[in-house]
């Protein structure tokens, strides 16, 4: 083979070898900025559902107290994951009133939820949850692990859910205060009010189950994984 064919092989070897680094380096560093801003907003929605479940946990405990339905199982299980919550919210004064009331026998708990009933209020504000950041990130899903992104909708939907139900029990709770209604119609609001409320708690805690389900299972990579560079066959 004649030198100045091998010249120019050797020439356009190093051009093209040059081309593909210079394209695989770039291909590399746009999946490294992709995958940083996926995990920036993995722990944004993370946070956010922190919060989320965190209120939730409240709302359960009052309506659990507000029905003396309250028993050493539902402590324990709401201790941990308050003591666990890291936000800016104050958790001392629950955590401590969980601990303190664990500290007694069954039937002592009992009692207490008994007299929480009896104080509390029939009528209770509940706020509206939303994760505003959660479902706006949800829009670009495909950037995310097909489960972990299907986990993190079934939450949002639970969360609407939960909001369907808290309407419900605003309207009926505003009901019982209309101005002429009959007594019949007086028992079934507050029945209705009462039944919400009920599962305004039960909501609350399948989306805390869920949510820390989805904590479990993904403690590392929620992100789709690194694409595969395919070598073509040499022809």
Not at 44 to 49: D, G, M, N, V, Y
Not at 86 to 110: F, M, Q
Request: net charge positive; charged share 25%; with cysteine.
């Amino acid at each position: 083979m004649a030198p100045w064919f091998v010249n120019i092989l050797r020439d356009l070897s190093g051009v093209t070898l040059g081309w593909i680094l210079g394209f695989a380096s770039s291909a590399i560093r746009d999946w490294l900025k992709e995958k940083w801003k996926c995990a920036d907003t993995q722990r944004a929605i993370s946070a956010e559902l922190y919060e989320v479940t965190y209120r939730l946990l409240l709302i359960l405990y009052s309506i659990e107290s507000a029905f003396g339905k309250f028993d050493r199982k539902l402590l324990e299980w709401m201790l941990p994951l308050i003591q666990k919550y890291e936000g800016p919210n104050p958790k001392e004064g629950i955590s401590a009133g969980i601990t303190g009331l664990l500290k007694n026998s069954d039937t002592e708990i009992a009692h207490f939820a008994a007299v929480q009933r009896a104080k509390t209020s029939s009528s209770y504000f509940y706020p509206r949850i939303e994760a505003s950041y959660t479902a706006s990130a949800l829009s670009h899903a495909h950037d995310f692990d097909p489960d972990y992104a299907l986990r993190v909708l079934d939450i949002l939907s639970h969360i609407q859910m939960f909001n369907d139900t808290r309407d419900s029990y605003v309207f009926y709770e505003h009901l019982t205060f209309t101005p002429g209604l009959t007594p019949e119609n007086y028992r079934n609001a507050v029945k209705n009010a009462e039944e919400a409320r009920l599962h305004l708690s039960q909501r609350a805690r399948i989306i805390v189950d869920k949510f820390n389900a989805l904590e479990q299972k993904y403690t590392s990579r929620k992100c789709k994984k690194k694409p595969q560079l395919t070598v073509l066959p040499s022809t």
